[in-house]
T-cell receptor, first 111, second 115 residues
Framework: GIQVEQSPPDLILQEGANSTLRCNFS?????LQWFHQNPWGQLINLFY???GTKQNGRLSATTVATERYSLLYISSSQTTDSGVYFC?????????????FGEGTQLTVNP | DSGVTQTPKHLITATGQRVTLRCSPR?????VYWYQQSLDQGLQFLIQ???????AKGNILERFSAQQFPDLHSELNLSSLELGDSALYFC??????????????FGQGTRLTVV
C-alpha cells in the first residue's frame, strides 16, 4: 500500500517563529489532508489539498502531486499551535476508501 | 466542531467485557469510517461503511464488528476486550465512499481504557 512519511518527527519552537512540516507519499494521490491533533486528542481538519496552495490565516499548505510531497507552513507560531500534525492520503479500493496517515510531527511551541 | 458526534467520550471497562461505541456522521455524509489510535500503532484504519454497506476493511480484529444503520449512524462493537485494545477510537465521515468528495471529518474520539 501507499507509504506516507512526515518530517521532522519532533519540532520545538519559540512563540513567534515560523516552521515548515513536510509530508512525502510513495504513490500518486488525488487528494491529501492535513490535520492537527490537539493535546486533548481531537483531530482538527486543517486543509484538504489535492494540489496547489491554500491558506488559512497563519497556516498555509502546498501540495506538489507530481513530486509526491506536501508542505505545511506555520507562521508566527502560538502556544495553541502545539500538538501533533498529521498528513493523510486516500487509498482507494474497488468500492471504498481509507486514509493512510503519516506518523505525525510533534510540535511544541514554548512561550 | 466537525459535525461528527461520538459517544461516549471516555470508557473504562474490564478485560473480557464488551462495549459499543456510537457515531453520528455529519448531516449529508453517507460514508462512515472507524480508526484506532494507539501509542505504538499510530492511526490505523479499521472499517468503512457507505449508506449501510461495508465498503472497505482494514486490519480489524475478529473480536471487533461494526454496522451502519438506516439513519446512517454507526456502531463499533468491541468484545472479549484485552489490555491491548486500550486506545482512542475515532469515527470519521465523508460525503462519498470513493473517488472525489472523500474529505474526512473526524469526531472527538472515544478513549477506551481496558483494565
Amino acid at each position: 500500500g501507499i507509504q506516507v512519511e512526515q518530517s521532522p518527527p519532533d519540532l520545538i519552537l519559540q512563540e513567534g517563529a515560523n516552521s515548515t512540516l513536510r509530508c512525502n507519499f510513495s504513490d500518486s494521490v488525488n487528494n491529501l489532508q492535513w490535520f492537527h491533533q490537539n493535546p486533548w486528542g481531537q483531530l482538527i481538519n486543517l486543509f484538504y489539498i489535492p494540489s496547489g496552495t491554500k491558506q488559512n490565516g497563519r497556516l498555509s499548505a502546498t501540495t506538489v502531486a507530481t513530486e509526491r510531497y506536501s508542505l505545511l507552513y506555520i507562521s508566527s507560531s502560538q502556544t495553541t499551535d502545539s500538538g501533533v500534525y498529521f498528513c493523510a492520503v486516500p487509498a482507494w479500493e474497488t468500492s471504498g476508501s481509507r486514509l493512510t496517515f503519516g506518523e505525525g510531527t510533534q510540535l511544541t511551541v514554548n512561550p | 466542531d466537525s459535525g461528527v458526534t461520538q459517544t461516549p467520550k471516555h470508557l473504562i471497562t474490564a478485560t473480557g467485557q464488551r462495549v459499543t461505541l456510537r457515531c453520528s456522521p455529519r448531516s449529508g455524509d453517507l460514508s462512515v469510517y472507524w480508526y484506532q489510535q494507539s501509542l505504538d500503532q499510530g492511526l490505523q484504519f479499521l472499517i468503512q461503511y457507505y449508506n449501510g454497506e461495508e465498503r472497505a476493511k482494514g486490519n480489524i480484529l475478529e473480536r471487533f464488528s461494526a454496522q451502519q444503520f438506516p439513519d446512517l449512524h454507526s456502531e463499533l462493537n468491541l468484545s472479549s476486550l484485552e489490555l491491548g485494545d486500550s486506545a482512542l477510537y475515532f469515527c470519521a465521515s465523508s460525503v462519498a465512499g470513493t473517488g472525489m468528495n472523500t474529505e474526512a471529518f473526524f469526531g472527538q474520539g472515544t478513549r477506551l481504557t481496558v483494565v
